[in-house]
């Protein structure tokens, strides 16, 4: 089955860095790649996601990155915020019959930015 | 904005009892999963219906854990009997049929003493 290795397991930066947060999975056939924001007592909520047929999607201050060939992908967020504290988490998925949107997620990355 | 609700959002119980949850998915979407996230970890699929019925359980223990999905839209979980290894958060998601993003419940928080 797919395994997601993810890096680092915390991340603290100044207001105004940025912030780069590394996944690797292991499924050639993995297709499709969400990161999850989860801010403590809060449900994991959808903040950007990228299929194998893309490189590279940005939304505002957050991108995300993949490399099929190396089997790896990254979250970067920009001019970071207070705000953007929380665990985020990666995931991979891929079009199996029987998997059909089954996600497996990486252990998780806290991060913390200090004002 | 429609959510993935969840009911209760905290539970206690002692070992050996029975416990239930109760997810409600946004309306339409076909795909229901529930995942179990021990504190400082990723969440883990136990189990994922597709409308009725049940398309992957492996993960699921099932001598002690049931699920169902009896009329495609709301879903229960079970546990029966309670271990205290069962502590965890336990969050349903939901996902249209013929898309990936799923979309997360609350969550149950439960613990066993």
């Known amino acids: 089955g797919e395994n997601v290795e993810q890096h680092p397991s915390t991340l603290s930066v100044q207001e105004g860095d940025s912030a780069v947060i590394k996944c690797t999975y292991s499924?050639?056939?993995?297709?499709?790649f969400p990161w999850y924001k989860q801010e403590l007592g809060k449900r994991p909520q959808l903040i950007i996601d990228?299929?194998?047929?893309?490189g590279e999607k940005k939304d505002q201050r957050i991108a995300v990155t993949l490399n099929k060939t190396a089997k790896h992908f990254s979250l970067h967020i920009t001019e970071t915020q207070p705000e953007d504290s929380a665990v985020y988490f990666c995931?991979?998925?891929?079009?199996?019959?029987?998997?059909?949107?089954?996600?497996?997620f990486g252990q998780g990355t806290i991060l913390t930015v200090h004002p | 904005e429609a959510e993935v609700a969840q009911s209760p959002r905290y539970k206690i119980t002692e070992k050996s009892q029975a416990v239930a949850f109760w997810c409600d998915p946004i309306?339409?979407?076909?795909?229901l999963y529930w995942y179990r996230q021990i504190l400082g970890q990723g969440p883990e699929l136990l189990v994922q219906?597709?409308?009725?019925?049940?398309?992957?359980d492996s993960q699921l223990p099932k001598d002690r854990f049931s699920a169902e999905r009896l009329k495609g839209v709301d879903s229960t979980l079970k546990i029966q009997p309670a271990e205290l290894g069962d502590s965890a958060m336990y969050l349903c998601?939901?996902?249209?049929?013929?898309?990936?993003?799923?979309?997360f419940g609350p969550g149950t928080r439960l613990t066993v003493t």
């Open positions: 990228i299929r194998s047929n893309v």
């Open positions: 998601a939901s996902s249209p049929k013929q898309n990936y993003e799923q979309y």
């Open positions: 995931a991979a998925s891929s079009r199996m019959v029987t998997s059909y949107g089954k996600l497996t």
């Open positions: 309306s339409g979407h076909a795909t």
């Open positions: 219906f597709q409308d009725e019925s049940v398309v992957d």
């Open positions: 499924d050639s056939a993995s297709n499709y």
